[in-house]
C-alpha cells in the first residue's frame, strides 16, 4: 500500500493504550518493596522447590511417526491455590479485594525417545517445514461442575494479582499468559546437568463460582500434537472400513471415556479373542478414528483435536471461608486424578446437513483470506491474543504484539461496547498485491468494519477497526417540466 501506512489507525488508539497501560500498571511498579520479597531466595537455589507434581514429556510410537516435528513439554505445577488481593477496576479505577485462584507451572523441553515403528512401514505425514521456530502460546480453560451446572472461565491478565503471587512464591519471573508467549525452548540433553530456559509461568482466574464441588483445568499448547478425527461411529463401521484397507489396525481410536486412553484396532480386535466380555462392550461401544490427512488439507468431516494436558481436583468445602487446603487430587470415591495427557477437539463436532440436490447450486465457499479474518475476529472475542497474533508479520507483530492487541480490543468495546456479531458476508478486495478483507460487525453501541490486509504470505499487514461508511444521499427525483401536466385545484 501506499501513502499512510497500514498501522495508522491502530497507532492513534496504542498511543492512548500506552498510557493507560502505564497507569494500570503504575501501582505495582511504584510499591515499596515488601520484606517477603526483599528475603526471596534466587530463584536457581531451589528451582523445583513446591513443584510437586510432574508431568513428563510422553508421546506413543503412533504420534511420532504421525507427526516427525512433534513436541511435548515436560511440566510441572504447584496445588491449586487461592489469592485475596485489591483489584482495580479499569472502568472505574476503583479498588475491590477479590479472591483470585491461580496455578504456577514450570515446563521444560525434554527429548522424545523413538519408540515404534523401527522399520519405518508405517505411513508418515511429511509436509514443508513450517516458518519460524514453533511458538510456545498456552491456554487455559477452567471448567466448574455443581449439581450438574456447568460453568467455564478462560484465564484473566491481572497484574496486580500476578505481582502478589510472585512475592508469595518467591518467583520473581513468573509471567502471565500473554508475557510467556515465545519460542519453545531448546531441548534440554538427557544428561544436562541444568535444564534450558525453564518456562515459568502463572495463569489466574477470578469470580469462580464458590459453590463448585468438581474443577477441571486444560491447559493446551504445551505441545503441538494434533490429529484429524471422525466419529463416534459405530464399531461395526470401522470393522469394515478395516476389511476394505480403509483403516490400519494400528490406527488409534478412542470410546470418548475420558478415564480411558486411546488404543488401536489391533488391541482392540486381540482383546475380542480372548474376553467375550470386554468384546461385547467394545462392539456395543460408538468409537472415535484418527484420520491421515494429505498434502491437499484435512480430510472431509474430520476435526481438529488438539494434545491437552488436563487435571481435575475434588473441592468438598463451600462458598465460606474458602480454603486453598480444600483442593484434593482425587474424588469423594477415593478416585485419584492424576493428570493427563489427551485430545480435545478444538471446535465441538458440527452436525451433518443433508446432502445438497445433484441439481442444487453448492453455496460458495469462503476465501482462504476471509476464513482467517473470521478466526482472527474470533480469537479477539474469544481473548486468545496470543493466537491472534500468530499469523502478523513481524512489521505488525513488533508494532502491535499480544499485550497491546488485548489492550486494543479492550479499549475499542469500551468504546464501541460489547461485540455482538459478524455479518455472514465479507467484501473483499486486492489493493497493490495485498489481499483486504471486510467484515461488517455488530458492536452494542455502533457498527464498525474489520478491516485485515494479507500479504502473499498470508502475514497480517493491516489490521484497522472503520467506521461504516455513511448512506448516499437519496437522489432527487426529477423537476416538473413547463409541458408536464400540472394538477388541477378543485
Given at each position: 500500500m ?14 492512548v ?6 497507569v494500570?500498571?503504575?501501582p505495582?511498579?511504584?510499591a ?6 526483599a ?14 507434581i510432574r508431568?513428563?514429556s ?5 504420534e ?16 491449586l ?7 482495580t ?56 461442575n455443581?449439581?450438574d ?12 494479582a ?13 509471567k ?22 525453564p ?6 482466574w ?5 459453590r463448585?464441588?468438581?474443577v477441571t ?117 477415593d ?16 452436525r451433518v ?22 478466526e ?10 496470543a ?38 458476508t ?16 455488530t ?5 464498525l ?17 472503520l ?14 417540466g ?9
Amino acid at each position: 500500500m501506499t501513502g499512510l501506512s497500514p498501522l495508522t489507525p491502530v497507532r492513534f488508539v496504542l498511543a492512548v493504550v500506552a498510557v493507560i497501560a502505564l497507569v494500570v500498571n503504575l501501582p505495582a511498579q511504584q510499591a515499596p518493596s515488601r520484606p517477603a520479597a526483599a528475603k526471596a531466595a534466587p530463584s536457581t537455589s531451589k528451582p523445583l522447590r513446591g513443584f510437586k507434581i510432574r508431568v513428563s514429556s510422553q508421546a506413543s510410537g503412533e504420534e511420532l511417526n504421525q507427526q516427525t516435528d512433534l513436541w511435548v513439554l515436560e511440566v510441572r505445577f504447584k496445588p491449586l491455590r487461592l489469592i485475596s488481593v485489591n483489584l482495580t477496576d479499569p472502568k472505574t479505577g476503583k479498588k475491590t479485594k477479590q479472591l483470585v485462584w491461580y496455578l504456577v507451572y514450570r515446563a521444560v523441553n525434554r527429548p522424545l525417545p523413538f519408540k515404534g515403528d523401527p522399520n519405518g512401514v508405517n505411513p508418515q505425514n511429511v509436509y514443508d517445514q513450517s516458518p519460524g521456530e514453533p511458538l510456545f502460546a498456552p491456554e487455559f480453560t477452567l471448567i466448574t461442575n455443581d449439581n450438574d451446572s456447568q460453568k467455564i472461565y478462560s484465564d484473566d491478565i491481572l497484574p496486580e494479582a500476578q505481582a502478589a503471587i510472585a512475592a508469595r512464591e518467591r518467583l520473581p519471573q513468573l509471567k502471565n499468559s500473554v508475557q510467556v508467549v515465545g519460542p519453545v525452548p531448546k531441548v534440554t540433553p538427557i544428561d544436562a546437568k541444568q535444564d534450558n530456559a525453564p518456562i515459568y509461568g502463572v495463569v489466574t482466574w477470578k469470580g469462580i463460582d464458590a459453590r463448585t464441588d468438581f474443577v477441571t483445568i486444560y491447559m493446551s499448547g504445551f505441545s503441538n500434537g494434533y490429529r484429524h478425527v471422525r466419529g463416534p461411529v459405530p464399531f461395526n463401521t470401522l470393522s469394515q472400513a478395516l476389511a476394505k484397507g480403509q483403516v490400519q489396525r494400528t490406527t488409534a481410536i478412542w470410546n470418548g471415556d475420558t478415564t480411558q486412553n486411546w488404543t488401536n484396532m489391533h488391541d482392540l480386535l486381540e482383546t475380542s479373542k480372548t474376553n467375550p466380555l470386554k468384546k461385547q462392550a467394545i462392539e456395543a461401544a460408538s468409537w472415535f478414528v484418527v484420520v491421515n490427512p494429505s498434502a491437499s488439507g484435512p480430510p472431509a468431516g474430520s476435526i481438529l483435536w488438539r494434545k491437552t494436558l488436563v487435571q481435575r481436583y475434588w473441592r468438598p468445602g463451600d462458598a465460606i471461608d474458602q480454603d486453598e487446603a480444600e483442593f484434593f487430587m482425587k474424588g469423594p470415591n477415593d478416585e485419584v486424578f492424576d493428570p493427563r495427557w489427551v485430545y480435545r477437539p478444538e471446535a465441538p463436532p458440527v452436525r451433518v446437513r443433508a446432502a445438497v440436490p445433484a441439481a442444487a447450486t453448492p453455496p460458495a465457499q469462503p476465501s482462504t483470506a476471509e476464513t482467517a479474518a473470521r478466526e482472527l475476529l474470533a480469537h479477539l472475542n474469544a481473548g486468545r491474543f496470543a493466537k491472534a497474533t500468530m499469523t502478523f508479520s513481524p512489521e505488525v507483530l513488533k508494532a502491535l504484539p499480544a499485550d497491546k492487541l488485548q489492550a486494543l480490543w479492550q479499549t475499542l468495546q469500551a468504546q464501541a461496547g460489547a461485540f455482538q456479531s459478524v455479518a455472514k458476508t465479507a467484501k473483499e478486495t486486492t489493493i497493490q498485491a495485498n489481499q483486504v478483507v471486510d467484515l461488517m460487525c455488530t458492536f452494542e453501541k455502533t457498527p464498525l468494519i474489520l478491516r485485515v490486509s494479507y500479504n502473499n504470505k498470508k502475514q497480517v499487514v493491516g489490521l484497522f477497526f472503520l467506521p461504516p461508511p455513511k448512506p448516499k444521499p437519496a437522489t432527487p427525483k426529477k423537476a416538473t417540466g413547463a409541458d408536464s401536466p400540472r394538477p388541477t385545484s378543485n
